[in-house]
């Protein structure tokens, strides 16, 4: 049959699915296309006679589009694994050729929209059909002969089989119950420090194996605060020195006093990953691409004890909406209103550190994402009016989904992301520069959890140069490092854009407030409202991390009503952080409780105000204070009606941190703007003597108490005050924390 003949049978069989499954509704007329995983060769896309892949359906869709059907098209998928064997690319033609009429946008988010998509992909009712870049991997067989790196305990526990067909290499590997972990040693400290390719290894931790193409190494490089997982280029055993085929984000070697005290007995910052010496417990793995060989010892045998249901991933991204994308130009043409509902995404591999032009430079804050790459399970590239709703993204080796260069008025809602190894939601605008296209994007009432798991610096939600959006009633726990961050920081100079920089701030570094008012028009992480949103357990394994980072951003993000609890690791510094030369950002109206905070409750780095906030039954004392105003000067930040109730062995509530060597410009707590706060000890009447002694020299503070807040029931939730509360007379909100996290009615906007 020639390719011409098989079009038109094609268009045939459209028309024909349009006659008879598009449906009329009081909205108009909307296509129904149906993919089962158990399709017939003769397939039409009806719910009789369904396609049997996505890409069909989609190019069903196209070719009804080019014979003049304009209605709103739904891809029912059906129960079952949809494998994507590559990216699925949807464009311009498969989105709506008209723009959403927007007349004016709300200061935050994407506003209301009575306009229904033009392509949806959906579960089908009562079905939860999973989009998949998983292969089967069959033929598993007995290891018959171990090797002699084979650990003792594992000789007749190992199973092997043949690389699917197609495959050159991968990073995960799943079975049904998840993602398996890659065979890795125990860790080791550097002898000494190297530069960012050389790493000083113990005798006997890394050998010059026959396939040093396979093995990675996962480096702390020197920070308290990012972990690269790189090549190995080079092994020599005899000198104990090795190369790595991708630069590290920092030297390879000691880790700061302050982190290996924390660490304490389990100190390594160097481990090595896929090599059988280290393949020793159930749900383990090694590949050999040289021999096309994957070593598993199952953790969900069969009845034979041999491995099922496993899959190896084909691509690291597994769907790409994408516009016409004008990289170095100041516009760029997107997608138009496209949906996925109620689907579930997973088995996407990791997007791998294996050359140097693709990783050096492009940095996002330090090293701990890479900019405009197929990092996710869903990308979005260039698109306005696109939505995401009642998903789940689970069990990946990448991030969920990005939301990558042009970017306005998308929402994503009532969606989970879970076990992943990368980030949960990523807003990765265009860098330092005048093209500010990433804005004005919901992100609401999304339950987002365990992630980081394997780049353990990826944040649950991240906006980075992206403003305006509203990211609200949200859930996030048990993360590596931060549950959220709003920055602007760059991780490397490839991503600023020089050529739309004004030649006298070309070279413009940070310092002071009043420089950042010149490199503001720059900076656009600007007006995120990120309120009634809730988090805990964060920072699990890096150290120097916040439930919320705000660093080096534009003016006016609004962190408010957001319930932090439970964040007790011992490497957390602070719950709230305002960072990195950060201004004009407005902490009001958050409940702290039972948070670690070794350093602090909430830290500001620059001219920021701290309102109405609860610091409750902190779970150490900090270091520096409740509040922590650091290394640069604070002059106008408002400090009001806080309520700090210190810890049994109290500490400062308010601190003056410097750097070292620092001898001019510090933070002073006299330049703010501090009163009607309300401080309690339970032991010490006293604690704030000398505190308020210094403020009202200078007319601060002036009508602050202590005192009981007589909270109702702080062990409950309920934050509200006790007639007799002296929290009453000084103005200060109750604040109720049921009405903070996920919500069955995410729509209002205030308390």
């Known amino acids: 049959m020639t390719k011409r003949k098989r079009t038109d049978l094609l268009l045939m069989s459209v028309m024909l699915t349009l006659l008879v499954a598009s449906s009329v509704t009081a909205q108009g007329t909307t296509l129904k296309i149906y993919v089962s995983v158990n399709a017939e060769a003769d397939a039409d896309g009806s719910l009789e006679n369904p396609y049997g892949s996505l890409p069909a359906a989609v190019e069903a869709v196209k070719a009804l589009r080019k014979t003049g059907h304009t209605e709103p098209a739904v891809i029912h998928l059906r129960e079952g694994r949809h494998q994507l064997n590559q990216t699925l690319v949807l464009g311009r033609a498969d989105g709506n050729p008209a723009a959403a009429n927007v007349s004016e946008l709300p200061k935050h988010g994407a506003g209301k929209s009575s306009e229904r998509a033009y392509l949806t992909f959906a579960a089908y009712p009562g079905e939860s059909p999973v989009v998949s870049a998983g292969v089967p991997v069959t033929g ?9 790196e084979v650990p003792s305990n594992a000789v007749d526990k190992i199973w092997v089989a043949d690389m699917p067909a197609g495959l050159e290499r991968f990073y995960t590997l799943y079975d049904s119950q998840g993602r398996l972990n890659r065979a890795r040693g125990e860790g080791f400290l550097p002898t000494e420090n190297g530069d960012a390719r050389t790493l000083h290894f113990p005798k006997g931790t890394l050998k010059n194996w026959s396939n040093l ?115 170095k130009g100041p516009a760029d043409t997107p997608v138009h209103g496209i949906a996925f509902s109620g689907l579930t995404f997973s088995h996407a591999d990791r997007w791998a550190w294996t050359s140097a032009e693709a990783v050096s430079g492009w940095g996002l804050q330090h090293a701990w994402d890479v900019f405009d790459k197929p990092t996710a399970l869903l990308r979005f590239r260039g698109a306005e009016d696109c939505q995401i709703t009642g998903c789940r993204f689970i069990n990946s080796g990448g991030s969920g989904v990005r939301l990558d260069l042009h970017a306005q008025r998308n929402r994503i809602t009532d969606s989970e992301f879970a076990y992943l190894g990368e980030a949960g939601i990523l807003l990765v605008g265009y860098g330092l520069g005048t093209k500010d296209v990433n804005h004005h994007n919901d992100i609401v009432n999304n339950h987002i959890h365990h992630f980081s798991e394997i780049t353990w610096q990826s944040p649950g939600l991240w906006a980075w140069q992206s403003g305006h959006n509203r990211i609200s009633h949200n859930e996030l726990h048990h993360s590596g490092y931060c549950a959220v961050v709003i920055s602007t920081r760059q991780g490397g100079n490839r991503t600023v854009r020089r050529h ?24 656009h992480s600007r007006h995120n409202l990120f309120e009634f949103n809730e988090i805990s357990h964060s920072v699990q394994l890096l150290s120097d991390g916040n439930g919320i980072y705000v660093s080096g951003t534009g003016t ?32 009001y109206g958050n409940v702290l409780y039972q948070n670690g905070g070794h350093a602090a409750a909430i830290a500001s780095k620059g001219k920021n105000d701290i309102i109405n906030n609860f610091i409750v039954d902190q779970a150490v004392v900090p270091r520096k204070g409740y509040i922590s105003f650091e290394w640069v000067p604070v002059t106008g930040s408002k400090v009001e009606r806080n309520i700090v109730i210190a810890h049994p062995d109290g500490g400062l509530a308010h601190s003056e941190t410097i750097r070292r060597g620092q001898t001019t410009e510090g933070p002073l707590i006299t330049s703010t703007e501090m009163d009607s706060n309300l401080y309690y000890h339970p032991t010490n009447p006293k604690w704030m003597n000398e505190h308020f002694e210094r403020m009202r020299e200078v007319g601060k503070e002036q009508a602050s108490l202590v005192g009981d807040p007589l909270f109702i029931d702080p062990t409950s939730g309920d934050f509200g005050f006790q007639p007799g509360s002296p929290a009453l007379a000084l103005g200060i909100e109750p604040l109720d924390v049921s009405k903070m996290g996920r919500s069955n009615n995410h729509s209002s906007d205030g308390l």
């Open 500 to 523: 739309e920089l004004d030649q006298p701030d070309a070279g413009k570094r940070r310092g002071g407030y009043e420089n950042w008012k010149l490199r503001e028009k720059y900076l």
């Open 556 to 587: 006016g993000n609004l962190i408010r009503y957001n319930y932090l609890h439970d964040n007790r690791a011992h490497s957390l510094p602070a719950a709230i952080r305002c960072d990195d030369d950060q201004h004009e950002t407005l902490i």
């Open 213 to 327: 193409d396979d093995v990675e190494i996962q480096v702390r490089p020197g920070v308290a605060y990012e972990i690269n997982m790189l090549p190995l280029a080079s092994v020599n055993e005899s000198t104990g020195v090795a190369k790595t085929g991708v630069a590290a984000a920092g030297r390879i070697g000691n880790l700061p006093p302050y982190l290996l005290q924390l660490m304490g007995d389990s100190a390594a910052s160097v481990w090595v990953e896929n090599v059988l010496e280290e393949l020793d417990e159930p749900g383990e793995w090694v590949i050999n691409t040289q021999t096309r060989k994957i070593y598993l010892w199952p953790s969900d045998p069969g009845p034979d004890g041999s491995p099922q249901g496993i899959l190896a991933p084909m691509t690291s991204e597994l769907i790409r909406v994408e516009g016409e994308i004008d990289f």
């Open 140 to 148: 598993w067989k007995p290891l018959s002969s171990a090797p002699a």
